[in-house]
């Protein structure tokens, strides 16, 4: 069994920075693929970024060129860096081993106008 713990959420201005990390309790060297998602209020969850074992990434349009996922296999975590936040990138932020059942229990991150 797998756990994944997030932090690094918070409250920031517009136009801020943040970096959320995502440390999973086993190795994540063999995990083909781990992500970010983010559900808002009263909206469904969705896709943030996501990274291969081989390293490739994939981001949602919208924090293309704002946001970077890296991920550091000698100390099981997968990061996310957040620059030019916008207040519609409030939202509970999770991570998750793709096709698995495993998921974070989510960081809050807050934008303010």
Same mark, same amino acid.
């Given at each position: /069994?797998?756990?994944?713990? &997030? *932090?690094?959420?918070?409250? !920031?201005?517009?136009? $801020?920075?943040?970096?959320?990390? @995502?440390?999973? *309790?086993?190795?994540? =060297?063999?995990?083909?693929?781990?992500?970010?998602?983010? #559900?808002?209020?009263?909206? #469904?969850?969705?896709?943030?970024? %996501?990274?291969? *074992?081989?390293?490739? %990434?994939?981001?949602? +349009?919208?924090?293309? $060129?704002? =946001?970077?996922?890296?991920?550091?296999?000698?100390?099981?975590?997968?990061?996310?860096?957040?620059?030019?936040?916008?207040? &519609? +990138?409030?939202? !509970?932020?999770? @991570?998750?081993?793709?096709?698995?059942?495993?998921?974070? /229990?989510? %960081? #809050?991150?807050?934008?303010? *106008?």
């Amino acid at each position: /069994q797998v756990q994944l713990v &997030e *932090s690094g959420g918070g409250l !920031v201005q517009a136009g $801020g920075s943040l970096r959320l990390s @995502c440390v999973a *309790s086993g190795s994540i =060297f063999s995990i083909k693929r781990i992500g970010w998602y983010r #559900q808002a209020p009263g909206k #469904q969850r969705e896709l943030v970024a %996501t990274i291969t *074992s081989g390293g490739i %990434t994939n981001y949602h +349009d919208s924090v293309k $060129g704002r =946001f970077t996922i890296s991920r550091d296999n000698a100390t099981n975590t997968v990061y996310l860096q957040m620059n030019s936040l916008k207040p &519609e +990138d409030t939202a !509970v932020y999770s @991570c998750h081993i793709s096709w698995s059942i495993y998921w974070g /229990q989510g %960081t #809050q991150v807050t934008v303010s *106008s």
